[in-house]
């Protein structure tokens, strides 16, 4: 492989990210706009959003399992054009009656999706680059995801707001095609384990062993897990919810731009991650893993100002300048904290077990996301009027979170801090 970063194959990678990412984050922000828009309840609009969750809290084990037994490109095209078929089909049968029950199975069915892919993904990076590269790697596929979730919900509101749902449907069917028409070019190494047992037993295996990898041998990451989980559930979920809910049904501000300008946000939001992966990739080396700690508190202490603005200010523009602004400081300290993390891992964890190892850190972080969206779709139901009371709830309980990281992440030891240097069993 030598020291190059851009590879043809990892070149390929980064290709076919941009433009599943793209499709995914057009189709994430349109359907579920679809559904508040019909109802207007923020209720509904958690619980089915928390559904949809489920399976990709299900799947992720085994994309990770998968990844580490199946060759990780073979997965990624077979993943995309079964993503174009779902929603192929859902543009067939969307006029039927039940109309809400069909958007739940289609989101839960592209998140499913999505949890089985991601793995693959993060698994082929150190098959693809040096370890002296992860950092670099890393950053690139978080800025593209940054700069997907940037382009898709901004166009996708545009074109929602001109023409509707289908045109959006059908430019993500063209991605998803796309995508898995370019990774079929990609040659992932790729060396086929042993396995014994039915594919149960080989799971449940893959699975435990992981798990003991991550308790007994690294449990800094069992740690680092943890705080995750809680800023996903008194955070992310409350970011996932509120913002959709507050500019299009809750601010005062004309119905008539309030979609194009939830795209405008979800844009922001993706600007920070987008920045957020660019500093990640240009200081990659100066970010020491014992200080993460502080990337969880700076992005904590962004909600605040958005529940004092609810609380103080009247004006939907203002209101909704100051969600935007402080919803990219949120995505910019997070998407540094979570490439950090996710090298470190990497270099960490055996080439055996990256797959495994990677999908139990998705999984176990995902799990709290559902309980945080409905959790807070009906808070928000509950404090109509009282909307400020619900974010600052959100910021003090993750306040307590980050302080508490801080402490873990200060308790690593040196060996940690070497970590890119050690050597790949």
Same mark, same amino acid.
């Given at each position: 492989?030598?020291?190059?970063?851009?590879?043809?194959?990892?070149?390929?990678?980064?290709?076919?990210?941009?433009?599943?990412?793209?499709?995914?984050?057009?189709?994430?922000?349109?359907?579920?706009?679809?559904?508040?828009?019909?109802?207007?309840?923020?209720?509904?609009?958690?619980?089915?959003?928390?559904?949809?969750?489920?399976?990709?809290?299900?799947?992720?084990?085994?994309?990770?399992?998968?990844?580490?037994?199946?060759?990780?490109?073979?997965?990624?095209?077979?993943?995309?054009?079964?993503?174009?078929?779902?929603?192929?089909?859902?543009?067939?049968?969307?006029?039927?009656?039940?109309?809400?029950?069909?958007?739940?199975?289609?989101?839960?069915?592209?998140?499913?999706?999505?949890?089985?892919?991601?793995?693959?993904?993060?698994?082929?990076?150190?098959?693809?680059?040096?370890?002296?590269?992860?950092?670099?790697?890393?950053?690139?596929?978080?800025?593209?995801?940054?700069?997907?979730?940037?382009?898709?919900?901004?166009?996708?509101?545009?074109?929602?707001?001109?023409?509707?749902?289908?045109?959006?449907?059908?430019?993500?069917?063209?991605?998803?095609?796309?995508?898995?028409?370019?990774?079929?070019?990609?040659?992932?190494?790729?060396?086929?384990?042993?396995?014994?047992?039915?594919?149960?037993?080989?799971?449940?295996?893959?699975?435990?062993?992981?798990?003991?990898?991550?308790?007994?041998?690294?449990?800094?990451?069992?740690?680092?897990?943890?705080?995750?989980?809680?800023?996903?559930?008194?955070?992310?979920?409350?970011?996932?919810?509120?913002?959709?809910?507050?500019?299009?049904?809750?601010?005062?501000?004309?119905?008539?731009?309030?979609?194009?300008?939830?795209?405008?946000?979800?844009?922001?939001?993706?600007?920070?991650?987008?920045?957020?992966?660019?500093?990640?990739?240009?200081?990659?080396?100066?970010?020491?893993?014992?200080?993460?700690?502080?990337?969880?508190?700076?992005?904590?202490?962004?909600?605040?100002?958005?529940?004092?603005?609810?609380?103080? *200010?009247? %004006? !939907? &523009?203002?209101?909704?300048? +100051?969600?935007?602004?402080? /919803?990219?400081?949120?995505?910019?300290? $997070?998407?540094?904290?979570?490439?950090?993390?996710?090298?470190?891992?990497?270099?960490?964890?055996?080439?055996?077990?990256?797959?495994?190892?990677?999908?139990?850190?998705?999984?176990?972080?995902?799990?709290?996301?559902?309980?945080?969206?409905?959790?807070?779709?009906?808070?928000?139901?509950?404090?109509?009027?009282?909307?400020?009371?619900?974010? *600052?709830? %959100? !910021? &003090?309980?993750?306040?307590? +979170?980050?302080?508490?990281? /801080?402490?873990?992440?200060?308790?690593? $030891?040196?060996?940690?801090?070497?970590?890119?240097?050690?050597?790949?069993?």
């Amino acid at each position: 492989m030598g020291n190059k970063l851009f590879s043809k194959d990892f070149t390929l990678v980064v290709a076919g990210q941009i433009i599943s990412l793209f499709g995914n984050a057009a189709i994430r922000f349109a359907l579920p706009l679809y559904l508040l828009n019909l109802t207007g309840s923020s209720a509904l609009y958690g619980t089915v959003t928390a559904c949809a969750f489920l399976p990709a809290i299900l799947l992720s084990p085994l994309g990770g399992i998968v990844a580490d037994r199946v060759n990780k490109r073979n997965i990624m095209v077979a993943l995309d054009f079964f993503t174009a078929a779902v929603i192929l089909v859902f543009i067939l049968v969307m006029n039927g009656d039940n109309l809400i029950g069909l958007l739940t199975v289609t989101l839960m069915l592209l998140y499913g999706i999505a949890g089985a892919y991601q793995p693959s993904v993060q698994a082929s990076i150190p098959a693809l680059v040096d370890q002296e590269n992860f950092m670099a790697a890393n950053s690139i596929i978080n800025m593209i995801s940054s700069f997907s979730a940037l382009t898709g919900p901004v166009l996708g509101g545009i074109l929602y707001s001109a023409y509707g749902l289908k045109p959006v449907l059908w430019v993500c069917v063209v991605c998803f095609i796309l995508s898995a028409v370019m990774e079929i070019f990609i040659q992932i190494p790729f060396q086929r384990q042993a396995s014994e047992g039915g594919l149960l037993q080989t799971a449940r295996r893959d699975f435990t062993e992981s798990i003991r990898f991550v308790r007994r041998e690294k449990p800094i990451i069992g740690k680092a897990l943890l705080v995750v989980c809680g800023i996903n559930l008194f955070l992310a979920a409350m970011i996932l919810v509120a913002l959709p809910y507050l500019v299009t049904e809750v601010l005062d501000l004309e119905a008539s731009q309030a979609n194009r300008l939830y795209g405008y946000a979800e844009g922001a939001l993706a600007a920070g991650g987008l920045a957020g992966g660019i500093c990640a990739g240009i200081f990659g080396e100066k970010l020491a893993v014992h200080r993460s700690g502080n990337l969880v508190t700076a992005c904590v202490i962004c909600v605040f100002p958005m529940g004092a603005a609810l609380k103080l *200010l009247s %004006s !939907g &523009v203002a209101n909704y300048a +100051i969600i935007t602004f402080c /919803g990219f400081g949120v995505l910019f300290f $997070s998407t540094i904290f979570t490439v950090r993390m996710m090298s470190f891992v990497q270099a960490e964890t055996p080439q055996n077990l990256i797959g495994k190892v990677i999908a139990l850190i998705l999984t176990v972080a995902m799990c709290a996301q559902p309980l945080g969206n409905a959790l807070y779709g009906v808070l928000f139901e509950v404090c109509k009027g009282a909307e400020y009371a619900v974010v *600052l709830f %959100s !910021g &003090v309980v993750s306040l307590v +979170i980050a302080v508490r990281a /801080g402490k873990i992440f200060k308790g690593l $030891s040196g060996a940690c801090e070497t970590s890119g240097s050690k050597d790949q069993p």
